[in-house]
């Protein structure tokens, strides 16, 4: 029977991985998604910072260096260089895995899908430690995997997946180290590794250190295990960002405001509700009940998900849509295990005032409605489709570079990190500068007889055009990105109402992944 219980593990493991694998992708799009590569594609040159490009026709210091800074960057003091501006870890790890794969973009879809198998893996045998029933174990596994956010993010190129499993790993190893204490510099070490890869990932320390206990021994091998990460971390963000303790990020604390923590508790609430169907706050108010009964389970799965959530809760963005639950997912697996292990105490509250049938019941329930409500969500927010609309990034890349001569100006914003992973083109971004920055480039541009373009995003045309109205005119698109050349006046119009009608519909270029 156990041959047969692991088989199944390993066949569930695999068709996980095998899901995955079929969609995700290891495109260098966003913000986000190209500085990750591209930080990468500069470790594995064994270099931590990327030299600035500058369109044909500039030198350096004849305008600011933000203006030809892509997403994911920022320019260093002398402004000759880009420095990255997101944490090293996933990078790294993308890094490493070239080095199999021979290629960033393969590197990348493993890094994910080895991590989502990993976070299925360990909330499994995290349940297992916990001491709870293999059914029970199975349950939070099942729902931590099927979650829409937890998918979104094991197929889209970021570092939320992939710290949220780090984030798992140091939990199972620190409760395997309460009887065991040389696991305990695993836990430190997985700890390092998902702080690296996103430094709120520190939070998990008070769980961490709650699951040690009062036992200098386990907190020093902890040490031990988290030490040469963060050391080499540290030396790091020095030479990049002039202290240890500072990040890319920047200054962060004006986007935390009181104010966004009632609209945040509110989406929190929403879509648990949705993802988890209404009945599962049931399973959670029966975890704070444990919590005031001071049961040790649950008070440390509190230690884990309260801090993140709380944190986020005064964040901007949080509330923004239902992804952006991605700030709080290395905390999901945390409420999942809470839920279900409060099945015991559900099953007793049923069993004294009803009946044992009722017990067994309810649980049993619940799990299948928190599970369908999963696989609602998944097929309604198209998940499983979203990373495959990443691909456009590429493609725009590579048609834009065939079709305009080198010595063009590409003005960009979305697709600018695109641009440098995916081509030698320098870019112009046209989101940071004044009307009178505009004005000066394009003079220069028409006066050197260098043609500027606009590639961008259908949500960029309609902002360029409000901001700018009547300087360039749509020439062709590919899906969602549109591709506009500015018009002959456009440096003399800078600033001025339009006469002129409105630009001609752009003819459309065929989609290659469509027959």
């Not at 695999?14 to 190209?34: F, I, K």
């Not at 049931?282 to 704070?288: K, M, Q, R, T």
């Not at 309604?380 to 010595?407: M, N």
């Not at 309609?462 to 549109?482: K, Q, S």
């Amino acid at each position: 029977m156990r041959r047969l219980l692991a088989a199944a593990g390993l066949g569930t493991l695999v068709a996980y991985g095998w899901l995955l694998a079929r969609h995700a992708q290891g495109v260098a799009s966003g913000a986000d998604n190209s500085g990750y590569m591209n930080t990468a594609r500069l470790f594995l040159a064994g270099k931590m910072r990327e030299p600035l490009r500058l369109p044909v026709g500039l030198h350096q210091g004849q305008f600011r260096p933000w203006l030809f800074t892509p997403l994911g960057f920022s320019p260093s003091a002398d402004g000759k260089e880009l420095i990255p501006v997101y944490p090293p870890g996933l990078s790294v790890t993308q890094a490493l895995f070239a080095e199999l794969t021979g290629s960033l973009e393969t590197a990348a879809q493993a890094v994910n899908v080895f991590c989502g198998v990993l976070l299925v893996f360990f909330t499994y045998r995290l349940g297992r430690a916990f001491g709870l029933p293999r059914a029970a174990s199975l349950v939070a596994t099942l729902l931590v995997a099927a979650n829409p956010v937890t998918v979104r993010f094991f197929t889209w190129n970021m570092s939320d997946g992939p710290a949220s499993t780090w984030a798992l790993a140091a939990i199972f190893f620190a409760v395997r180290a309460q009887k065991r204490p040389g696991f305990a510099p695993l836990s430190g070490f997985f700890f390092a590794l998902g702080v690296a890869t996103r430094p709120t990932n520190a939070l998990l320390y008070p769980a961490l250190a709650y699951a040690f206990g009062r036992q200098p021994k386990k907190h020093l091998f902890f040490a031990l295990g988290a030490a040469p990460l963060l050391s080499v971390l540290f030396f790091y963000n020095h030479v990049q960002y002039g202290a240890f303790w500072r990040t890319g990020y920047g200054a962060m604390a004006r986007e935390f405001k009181l104010r966004y923590f009632l609209p945040t508790l509110s989406h929190y609430a929403s879509w648990i509700g949705r993802f988890f169907s209404p009945i599962a706050f049931v399973s959670f108010f029966a975890h704070l009940g444990a919590i005031r009964r001071r049961q040790p389970l649950h008070l440390l799965l509190a230690l884990w998900w309260l801090p993140f959530f709380a944190f986020y809760a005064f964040y901007k963005y949080t509330n923004d849509t239902w992804w952006y639950l991605r700030f709080v997912l290395p905390a999901l697996p945390a409420l999942v295990l809470a839920g279900v292990a409060a099945f015991s105490d559900l099953q007793q509250f049923m069993a004294e005032r009803f009946s044992k049938r009722w017990a067994v019941a309810l649980p049993a329930f619940m799990a299948l409605l928190a599970l369908g409500a999963n696989v609602t969500w998944l097929i309604k927010l198209r998940v499983f489709s979203l990373s495959r609309e990443e691909i456009v990034y590429r493609q725009s890349v590579h048609w834009v570079c065939s079709q305009t001569p080198e010595t063009s100006w590409l003005f960009a914003m979305q697709l600018s990190g695109a641009f440098y992973f995916y081509s030698s083109r320098g870019i112009v971004r046209y989101d940071l500068m004044t009307p009178g920055e505009l004005k000066d480039l394009l003079q220069v541009s028409q006066q050197q007889g260098f043609p500027a373009f606009l590639p961008l995003f259908d949500f960029e045309v309609e902002t360029f055009n409000r901001v700018h109205p009547g300087l360039a005119e749509p020439i062709a698109n590919l899906g969602r990105v549109y591709f506009l050349q500015f018009v002959p006046s456009a440096a003399e119009a800078v600033g001025k109402r339009p006469s002129a009608p409105p630009p001609r519909r752009p003819s459309v270029i065929p989609d290659p992944q469509r027959p």
